[in-house]
């Protein structure tokens, strides 16, 4: 970069100046693109919201967010456009499909897919948007709902180095942390990874919590012993504590988007022929819960699944 201009690749190389992308779009206004919309907002932003739902964009409208009818309509005025949606198979519809970002979008659009993505589809994604000389930087986020209401979000950042500086603004405005990990797609494998973790820890420490429970010890004394140990993880530390000693269950995250991100996380150890027992394990694990969890409930609800012997 050169005194703030960036420039996409193509045909025709055209220039940006990052402070000027004031106007943002989100694509995806559940859990986490509201409050991603709103933070937005607060950060001094020009916000449109779309969702494919009836009424959900025209609810935010009394707080400053300019509802959108088409997804067409976003990309003709975006200066970056926010994806969070809940697949992959819905990001290509929306990018690539009749009235998508991909045939309307001005040149100089850099989109932020947020969504927990198969990298293959990502790479494909982008590759597409290329074309049409739209820039793409794959964010996955953590932190949930709440994360994104108060802009305490992680997010790791996979795309070109140009790319990721001009949403650097942006995404400042709604998250904590933010972790260039590579080009494109390589946020959407860290990020399978790290759920990958999610689910092991949850499946580890329920059986720990089980087996001590059964030699008279509390878990919640465990846990916080734990805490103190080399023992912790992200269940102890904070999904116990959080959303299942209380019987809670309430972190806005379903069993089936864990599912969908430990099956696409099956995908890729499989595709580059790991060795990982273990992962494999609990990929077998979660896909079983299946029968007695329903898609619906709670990803915590996980502890309280036995396998049959």
Same mark, same amino acid.
């Given at each position: 970069?050169?005194?703030?201009?960036?420039?996409?690749?193509?045909?025709?190389?055209?220039?940006?100046?990052?402070?000027?992308?004031?106007?943002?779009?989100?694509?995806?206004?559940?859990?986490?693109?509201?409050?991603?919309?709103?933070?937005?907002?607060?950060?001094?932003?020009?916000?449109?919201?779309?969702?494919?739902?009836?009424?959900?964009?025209?609810?935010?409208?009394?707080?400053?967010?300019?509802?959108?009818?088409?997804?067409?309509?976003?990309?003709?005025?975006?200066?970056?456009?926010?994806?969070?949606?809940?697949?992959?198979?819905?990001?290509?519809?929306?990018?690539?499909?009749?009235?998508?970002?991909? =045939?309307?979008?001005?040149?100089?659009?850099?989109?932020?897919?947020?969504?927990?993505?198969?990298?293959?589809?990502?790479?494909?994604?982008?590759?597409?948007?290329?074309?049409?000389?739209?820039?793409?930087?794959?964010?996955?986020?953590?932190?949930?709902?709440?994360?994104?209401?108060?802009?305490?979000?992680?997010?790791?950042?996979?795309?070109?180095?140009? =790319?990721?500086?001009?949403?650097?603004?942006?995404?400042?405005?709604?998250?904590?942390?933010?972790?260039?990990?590579?080009?494109?797609?390589?946020?959407?494998?860290?990020?399978?990874?790290?759920?990958?973790?999610?689910?092991?820890?949850?499946?580890?420490?329920?059986?720990?919590?089980?087996?001590?429970?059964?030699?008279?010890?509390?878990?919640?004394?465990?846990?916080?012993?734990?805490?103190?140990?080399?023992?912790?993880?992200?269940?102890?530390?904070?999904?116990?504590?959080?959303?299942?000693?209380?019987?809670?269950?309430?972190?806005?995250?379903?069993?089936?988007?864990?599912?969908? =991100?430990?099956?696409?996380?099956?995908?890729?150890?499989?595709?580059?022929?790991?060795?990982?027992?273990?992962?494999?394990?609990?990929?077998?694990?979660?896909?079983?819960?299946?029968?007695?969890?329903?898609?619906?409930?709670?990803?915590?609800?996980?502890?309280?699944?036995?396998?049959?012997?």
């Amino acid at each position: 970069m050169n005194g703030g201009w960036s420039s996409l690749p193509g045909p025709r190389r055209i220039l940006r100046k990052e402070w000027c992308m004031k106007t943002v779009g989100v694509i995806g206004l559940g859990n986490m693109g509201r409050g991603m919309a709103l933070s937005l907002k607060r950060g001094g932003y020009r916000v449109l919201g779309f969702d494919a739902a009836p009424g959900v964009a025209a609810k935010l409208q009394e707080e400053g967010v300019e509802a959108r009818a088409s997804i067409a309509g976003m990309a003709r005025d975006a200066d970056i456009l926010i994806l969070s949606l809940p697949t992959s198979d819905v990001v290509e519809q929306v990018v690539l499909g009749q009235g998508g970002v991909a =045939d309307n979008a001005k040149a100089g659009l850099i989109v932020v897919d947020t969504t927990t993505a198969d990298p293959n589809s990502t790479r494909k994604v982008a590759a597409a948007l290329r074309e049409v000389q739209v820039g793409f930087v794959d964010g996955p986020v953590s932190g949930g709902p709440k994360g994104a209401a108060n802009a305490t979000m992680t997010m790791v950042l996979g795309g070109a180095p140009e =790319d990721v500086a001009a949403v650097e603004p942006v995404l400042a405005v709604i998250s904590a942390k933010r972790v260039h990990v590579g080009p494109v797609g390589a946020g959407h494998v860290t990020k399978i990874i790290n759920n990958l973790l999610t689910g092991i820890h949850l499946l580890a420490t329920s059986e720990a919590v089980r087996a001590a429970q059964a030699v008279g010890v509390d878990p919640q004394k465990l846990v916080e012993a734990l805490n103190g140990g080399s023992g912790r993880n992200s269940a102890t530390l904070t999904n116990y504590p959080t959303w299942i000693f209380n019987d809670a269950f309430d972190s806005g995250f379903t069993m089936k988007l864990m599912r969908k =991100d430990v099956r696409l996380a099956m995908d890729l150890l499989r595709s580059v022929h790991a060795n990982a027992p273990m992962s494999t394990e609990a990929g077998r694990l979660w896909a079983e819960s299946a029968a007695t969890i329903g898609d619906a409930e709670d990803f915590n609800r996980i502890v309280q699944f036995v396998p049959e012997q």
